[in-house]
């Protein structure tokens, strides 16, 4: 697949870097208009990554960022998704409630470009976050032949706000993994590719890892996501892989036994753990 891929990138005109636009930083509420549901994921010390709703109650982001070599699938409670964080204010914001990560992802696997290819989560909220504050963003594929996509995401150094890639070019595609050269950095994993779709901005990918290509220009890499997001979807719903609070876990009742007191029923039964 990586040769693949790498013989992909070889077709992309080498002059791609130079027609990318610039970061913009996104400071003020108009400057985020539709962009609100792009937002920063906070895990309890462990660093940030960026997220974005794609139901008022998802968020979609790398599984790295939740999921780590030797311990798993974090607490969901310890994350925290802050919807247009800048400069210490959010325009809405939730804790996690369950994750589930993409069943491919294997967090004790080697990192390689091959482990981007299953590297996403959803985060579900405990709190759905109203669509008049953040409109969800819908996922799709990249379109046929598509070349210019954007990019919004946090970053090292730019962490406080938001930032906006306006334009940036995707240089290959293979085998449901995608190369792009989008500026990226520590804090962007998870951040969002959008390609403008009809009349607006969808997300086509995500970013999972970035790099230095031979000519020292940025090289990232991503997903294609429809169909993997709709089986991280039906994760949640059968409960399968899927990492709960406690306080999400649900409480089984054990029905007393007839013919006995309530008492002696109750300390007979043996409680099965959830």
């Known amino acids: 697949m990586i040769r693949a891929?790498?013989?992909?990138?070889?077709l992309i005109a080498p002059t791609a870097q130079a027609q990318n636009s610039s970061l913009i930083r996104l400071t003020d509420r108009d400057d985020l208009f539709g962009y609100e549901a792009v937002g920063r994921l906070d895990m309890a010390g462990k660093g940030t990554c960026t997220g974005a709703l794609i139901a008022a109650d998802l968020v979609l982001t790398a599984a790295h960022c939740v999921s780590h070599a030797g311990t798993g699938t974090m607490d969901p409670?310890?994350?925290?998704?802050?919807?247009?964080?800048?400069?210490?204010?959010?325009?809405?914001?939730?804790?996690?409630?369950?994750?589930?990560?993409?069943?491919?992802?294997?967090?004790?696997?080697?990192?390689?470009?091959?482990?981007?290819?299953?590297?996403?989560?959803?985060?579900?909220?405990?709190?759905?976050?109203?669509?008049?504050?953040?409109?969800?963003?819908?996922?799709?594929?990249?379109?046929?032949?598509?070349?210019?996509?954007?990019?919004?995401s946090y970053g090292r150094g730019r962490n406080e706000a938001l930032s906006w890639q306006r334009k940036c070019r995707m240089r290959g595609k293979y085998d449901g993994l995608i190369a792009f050269n989008c500026d990226v950095t520590f804090g962007s994993s998870g951040a969002p590719v959008f390609e403008k779709i009809g009349h607006r901005v969808k997300i086509v990918s995500l970013v999972s890892r970035?790099?230095?290509?031979?000519?020292?220009?940025?090289?990232?890499?991503?997903?294609?996501?429809?169909?993997?997001?709709?089986?991280?979807?039906?994760?949640?719903?059968?409960g399968r892989g899927v990492t709960e609070t406690a306080a999400a876990k649900p409480t089984r009742v054990m029905p007393r036994r007839l013919g006995l007191p309530q008492s002696d029923a109750g300390s007979s039964a043996r409680f099965v753990k959830p």
């Open 5 to 10: 891929l790498i013989l992909s990138l070889c």
């Open 77 to 152: 409670a310890k994350v925290t998704f802050r919807a247009g964080y800048r400069d210490g204010q959010s325009i809405a914001e939730a804790k996690g409630t369950r994750i589930a990560v993409h069943q491919g992802y294997d967090p004790d696997a080697p990192s390689t470009i091959d482990r981007a290819l299953h590297d996403m989560a959803l985060l579900q909220l405990d709190t759905p976050i109203h669509v008049g504050l953040a409109d969800p963003f819908v996922v799709a594929d990249p379109t046929l032949n598509s070349r210019d996509i954007s990019i919004v």
């Open 210 to 238: 970035g790099g230095l290509d031979e000519n020292g220009d940025v090289l990232a890499f991503g997903m294609e996501l429809p169909r993997a997001v709709s089986e991280m979807k039906q994760q949640l719903r059968s």
